[in-house]
């Protein structure tokens, strides 16, 4: 089972930052926490992934509490083609990936 | 850089006959894997080869599923017979590295429709 609590779906207006919640309180100390996302008739896309740290790269913002038992995923401007599911994933190196159902986004014009 | 390879696209079969699928991972990637994943879920993992090994097949149903990678680059999955709960898309992805390696690349998958 995902170790991850996700909404089911969110809406976010174009242009504006689209804020991604996940849940993952029972996260153990050498769980990195990984985002991919999944474009409509596409495999999975990585996106970040992070330990304890925030980290940005050029897709995404990770924004991971002290006490890592939850995370924000942060798309600062949102286009039409960020319209995806989002998977959240609690992974230690060397497991496999669960993948949960993930968050619906819709971008919305 | 050529991405994961996958064919067919698209298969519709009736239940009980069988079918399989290709998959060419990146060039150089040593780990390959193949998952399903039904509609309205995640994809879930059913093997993972190292090499032409398999690393993990606990989640294949090997009454029916066989996969094989015998060279350690392109891989077949097989569903044989197939049932009509097989319906779903099977993703192939391949990684650098079994332990460390971050990311894994995905193919567009294979629709399966099991009438």
């Known amino acids: 089972d995902a170790k991850t609590t996700q909404p089911t779906s969110m809406d976010c207006a174009e242009g504006r930052a689209a804020n991604l919640p996940c849940n993952h309180s029972?996260?153990?100390?050498?769980?990195?926490v990984y985002w991919y996302r999944q474009i409509h008739s596409q495999g999975p896309q990585y996106i970040i992934h992070g330990l304890k740290n925030n980290e940005t790269n050029e897709m995404a913002s990770l924004i991971i509490t002290e006490d890592r038992k939850s995370s924000t995923l942060i798309l600062p401007h949102a286009t039409l083609r960020d319209t995806a599911v989002y998977y959240c994933?609690?992974?230690?190196?060397?497991?496999?990936?669960?993948f949960g159902p993930g968050t619906r986004l819709s971008v919305l014009p | 850089e050529a991405g994961v390879a996958q064919s067919p696209r698209y298969k519709i079969i009736e239940k009980r006959q069988s079918v399989a699928f290709w998959c060419n991972p990146i060039?150089?990637?040593?780990?390959l894997y193949w998952y399903q994943q039904i509609l309205g879920q995640g994809p879930k993992l059913l093997i993972q080869f190292q090499n032409n090994g398999v690393v993990d097949d606990s989640q294949l149903p090997k009454d029916r599923f066989s996969a094989e990678r015998l060279k350690g680059v392109d891989s077949t999955l097989k569903i044989q017979p197939a049932k009509l709960e097989d319906s779903a898309v099977y993703l192939c992805?391949?990684?650098?590295?079994?332990?460390?390696?971050?990311?894994?690349?995905f193919g567009p998958g294979t629709r399966l429709t099991v009438t």
């Open positions: 060039s150089g990637h040593a780990t």
């Open positions: 992805a391949s990684s650098p590295a079994l332990v460390w390696g971050n990311e894994q690349y």
């Open positions: 994933i609690v992974r230690n190196y060397g497991q496999n990936f669960v």
């Open positions: 029972t996260i153990s100390g050498n769980e990195y």
